[in-house]
């Protein structure tokens, strides 16, 4: 998985670009997370860490993001 911070820092890519890429890593992270939950690993391996790193980079780019939380996951 691509860390969000180099995406974020990436200036060849144009914002919807960064948007777009972070979205799709965002959809990754919460599929792993509820892998996680779901077949007793634990949720607390990094993958939430992530999630967060996903979340703060969209909203430094001004990005709508969904709703999150357990009916998310």
């Known amino acids: ?9 990436n200036e060849r890519l144009s914002r919807i670009e960064k948007i777009a890429m972070l979205t799709e890593l965002l959809g990754e992270a919460r599929g792993l997370q509820r892998a996680a939950t779901e ?3 634990d949720p607390e ?3 939430t860490r992530n999630l967060r790193d996903i979340e703060l980079a969209l909203e430094k780019l ?4 969904p709703e999150t939380g357990a009916a998310t996951l």
Do not use: K, W, Y
Request: charged share 20%; aromatic share 0%.
């Open 39 to 41: 077949g007793g690993m």
């Open 1 to 9: 998985m691509q860390d969000p911070n180099d995406i974020l820092s």
């Open 45 to 47: 391996d990094g993958v």
């Open 62 to 65: 001004s990005a709508e993001t």
